[in-house]
Antibody, heavy 120, light 107 residues
């Protein structure tokens, strides 16, 4: 059974940093293209970035709003993906979900999410 | 980036009604489209992939159609547990993008 658990969320001041983790099980993590999606309060879903499998370089892509501030990494020995978030603003307040991307480009397993609140 | 436009933004319907949601992509995406259901406080759940394929375990009253830029999502015979927000997502290019969501309410 696929399981995903995000952690590391919390309250942080504008300009601060936070690191989220996503621990995965139930599938071959090293092959997976892992993704972060966020949802601001009362808003829709926003893809913010992904990290490809190590076998094809483990490269990353980011959406424009977070590029240069957020960094996605992975530790395949721990079946864990990370999201380092720097220079946070109030607009980064959201629930952050992790999900492995299917070969079709969609997401059939999601974690429960972790809440990030950026406020002074 | 590919923009995904959903309509309507909300719909209220009675038990047993048919509900249809449209999703339009700003450029052709073939059939690389998925539909999700999200209930309050929960993660999204995929219902349809590749525009018209029902995800394993999803009720057969959900269906999808379309290709290119125009897509439809239909709930046949609306049930109380279908009260939720529904999103389309293009899987054709990065960044992946979602529609703004359609809230389905039961009258």
């Amino acid at each position: 059974e696929v399981q995903l658990v995000e952690s590391g969320g919390g309250l942080v001041k504008p300009g601060g940093s936070l690191r989220l983790s996503c621990v995965a099980s139930g599938f071959i993590f090293t092959d997976a293209w892992m993704t972060w999606v966020r949802q601001a309060p009362g808003k829709g879903l926003e893809w913010i970035g992904h990290i490809k499998g190590i076998a094809i370089g483990g490269t990353t892509d980011y959406s424009a709003p977070v590029k240069g501030r957020f960094t996605i990494s992975r530790d395949d020995s721990r079946n864990t993906m990370y999201l380092q978030m720097d220079r946070l603003t109030t607009e980064d307040s959201a629930i952050y979900y992790c999900a492995p991307e299917t070969g079709r480009g969609d997401y059939n397993h999601w974690g429960p999410g972790t809440q990030v609140t950026v406020s002074s | 980036d590919i923009q995904m436009t959903q309509s309507p933004s909300s719909v209220s319907a009675s038990i047993g009604d048919r509900v249809t949601i449209t999703c339009r992509a700003s450029q052709p995406i073939g059939v690389r489209l998925a539909w999700y259901q999200q209930k309050p406080g929960k993660a999204p759940k995929i219902l349809i992939y590749a525009a018209s394929n029902l995800q394993s375990g999803a009720p057969s009253r959900f269906s999808g159609s379309g290709s290119g830029t125009d897509f439809l999502f239909t709930i046949n015979s609306l049930q109380p547990e279908d009260s939720a927000t529904y999103y389309c997502q293009q899987a054709n290019s990065y960044p992946r993008t979602f529609g703004q969501g359609t809230k389905v309410e039961i009258k």
